[in-house]
């Protein structure tokens, strides 16, 4: 869910220019999507999971949500809003036409680690509509070396404190806690397996969770932020579910709002 800056998306052009067509066919992810800096996939692959979905925002631009619906994509989670005071200016947009086109879709909050959970929680719950049927709240919370403004790296006991207030306040008031995203370092830092009973989210674009994230319960894997995908314009981020389609059907009954 890293934001797309300037330099990718100046990379996914001229990927584009290079090889012209739409990214190439990687080994290891299914073969309808494509990958603009594919990984050698080995072992247990993307493609070894049967239900994928992307993950948008902003840079991603105007999205052609009927040709996701056609192209093979079975969710989306869509950023809604940053820290306190930022929400994407693309939310409203995709989230009526993820909507429309019947794509199953989520908000995602990304944490900012110097503004108290709380104020970042009640900003969340002031402009994510609460939808009967909506995938269930993301939580993305990582290191953010590139921020302007907040690189703070809070001790573990804190970061634990913080996402549990967070996950204790957006899941009362939405009747669903939501999903953790995260990367792999940030999980081992913070030492996360310690918060119990939360569903996780993990970033591993070089390796399958159960490599790089031994012994832990996901429920999402991000395994490229360099994927292509019918409707979408440049890169965009693919994820698998770890499940089976009729785990699937079993979560989304579980898990919607």
């Given amino acids: 869910m890293r934001a797309l800056r300037a330099g990718l998306i100046a990379l996914t052009l001229a990927a584009l220019a290079a090889c012209g ?3 190439d066919r990687a080994r290891g992810i299914p073969d309808r999507f494509r990958d603009l800096d594919p990984y ?12 994928h979905g992307i993950d948008v925002s902003r840079y991603q631009g105007d999205i052609d949500w009927n040709r996701v619906a056609r192209s093979g994509v079975s969710f989306a989670f869509l950023k809604a809003t940053e820290g306190g005071d930022h929400t994407d200016p693309s939310f409203a947009a995709n ?19 110097c503004r108290p959970a709380a104020e970042q929680a009640a900003w969340f719950l002031a402009h994510v509509p609460r939808e009967l049927g909506a995938l269930p709240p993301v939580l993305d919370v990582e290191w953010n070396h590139a921020s302007r403004t907040c690189r703070a790296r809070p001790d573990p ?13 957006v899941g009362n008031a939405m009747g669903q806690r939501p999903v953790i995203y995260t990367t792999v370092d940030f999980f081992a830092d913070n030492d996360l397996r310690r918060l119990g009973r939360e569903e996780f989210w993990l970033r591993s674009v070089a390796g399958h969770p159960r490599k790089t994230c031994p012994g832990q319960d996901w429920s999402f894997w991000q395994y490229t932020g360099t994927g292509v995908v019918q409707g979408v314009s440049g890169a965009v981020d693919l994820n698998a579910f770890a499940g089976s389609e009729a785990d699937w059907v079993r979560w989304r009954a579980r898990r919607s709002l």
Avoid at 40 to 51: F, L
Avoid at 95 to 113: M, N
Avoid at 158 to 164: G, S
């Fill in 21 to 23: 067509g739409p990214g």
């Fill in 40 to 51: 050698d996939w080995r072992g247990i692959t993307p493609a070894h999971h049967s239900v």
């Fill in 95 to 113: 989230w009526r036409g993820a909507a429309q086109a019947g794509v199953p879709r989520g908000a995602y909050h990304f944490f900012y680690l």
């Fill in 157 to 169: 006991a804190t970061v634990r404190a913080e996402i549990a207030a967070f996950q204790r306040i």
